[in-house]
């Protein structure tokens, strides 16, 4: 993993995380805060994912520090085949630092550890430069522009970002 912060399996005391990461400024970009009983949902999900299926972390800052996001990877049908994607939300007091890098970087080599899918994507829509800039510095390659949905039902533009795990 990368030098500056840990990746902590996602538990049942992470609630709070999770409603700190649904706030308007930073689900902006994915359709709006969602429910209480929608993040309820979220996080039984987290909890309960089989490692075969993927996994979500809360990243942890190195030497003692606190929880500043969370990260993971699942996978999905993207283009006749299985891929894993990843995402990620770090909070406001701690971006611009360079932890969503660090932290995507992690994910990338915690799939490549699990095994399965040889490909993992990222789909920011085309308008978030930051996590686009995120793909970029951590490594993955962008494959153009693509029409997707989220959250179901919502139409939007992303850009497809790939990391080969296959390449170490």
Request: charged share 25%.
């Amino acid at each position: 993993m990368d030098a500056g912060v840990r990746l902590v399996p996602w538990a049942e005391g992470d609630l709070w995380l999770l409603r700190r990461l649904n706030g308007p400024e930073m689900t902006a970009h994915l359709g709006g805060p969602e429910s209480e009983e929608q993040v309820l949902g979220r996080h039984r999900r987290y909890v309960g994912m089989a490692a075969a299926d993927g996994r979500m972390y809360r990243v942890v800052l190195d030497g003692g520090g606190g929880s500043v996001g969370s990260v993971g990877y699942w996978r999905r049908e993207w283009r006749g085949g299985e891929v894993w994607e990843a995402g990620w939300g770090v909070l406001p007091e701690f971006q611009g630092r360079g932890l969503a890098v660090r932290a995507a970087r992690a994910v990338r080599d915690a799939a490549r550890e699990a095994g399965g899918p040889r490909y993992l994507h990222a789909f920011p829509k085309v308008a978030h430069a930051a996590s686009n800039a995120v793909c970029r510095k951590a490594g993955f390659t962008l494959l153009g522009p693509v029409d997707f949905e989220y959250p179901k039902g919502h139409p939007i533009r992303s850009n497809d970002w790939r990391a080969d795990l296959a390449i170490g």
